[in-house]
């Protein structure tokens, strides 16, 4: 990363490769347990980390947020953004679709959409991402996912709530 933040990632696997793989990482009771006995073995958690890390890191570009993203975004990961904007791209994408920080690379979230189109997944993008945890930054996001710690992470489409008071005109 460097002073400018992350570059955009082209993810190197198809959106329609990662959703025919997604259903082999989804939550089950196995997973479960692999992940609850993985959290009481810090070696063992630090390993399987890195392996994801590797993993995902050539795949998807991936940043280790913690509170992975990759399947509302059709497996581009918004962590790429050098604004590390989760919701959409920002005002300055140029009219070419490049990045405004990074001149000459695709914008993130312009890649997104084009994988989600092709694939029959643009109602995905609609969903509105949480603001991640930055506690869980470097952490598995597989072991989060096994146990039920991203419920929650998107929402349908609309207003989120975000718990401040109502302003009165």
């Known amino acids: 990363m460097g002073e400018q933040g992350p570059r955009p990632v082209r993810p190197r696997i198809s959106a329609r490769a990662s959703y025919l793989i ?16 993985l959290e009481r073995m810090p070696r ?10 590797r993993g995902k890191e050539a795949l998807y570009g991936c940043r280790m947020c913690g509170q992975c993203a ?9 962590m790429t953004c050098p604004k ?7 005002g300055g994408v140029a009219a070419n679709g490049d990045c405004e920080v ?5 914008c993130v979230w312009l890649i997104a959409w084009e994988r989600a189109a092709a694939t029959g997944h643009d109602a995905d993008l ?26 929650g992470l ?16």
């Open 102 to 106: 990074h001149p000459g690379q695709r």
């Open 126 to 151: 609609a969903l509105l991402q949480r603001p991640i945890d930055q506690r869980l930054r470097g952490t598995s996001s597989w072991v989060h996912y096994w146990l039920g710690r991203d419920e």
């Open 22 to 37: 997604a259903p082999l990482v989804r939550p089950n009771r196995l997973y479960r347990a692999v992940a609850a006995r």
């Open 154 to 169: 998107w929402t349908g489409a609309g207003t989120v709530d975000l718990g401040m008071p109502r302003v009165r005109p």
């Open 84 to 90: 590390q904007l989760r919701n959409g791209p920002c």
């Open 44 to 53: 063992a958690l630090r390993l399987f980390t890195g392996l994801e890390r």
């Open 70 to 78: 990759l399947p509302a975004t059709a497996y581009a990961c918004p």
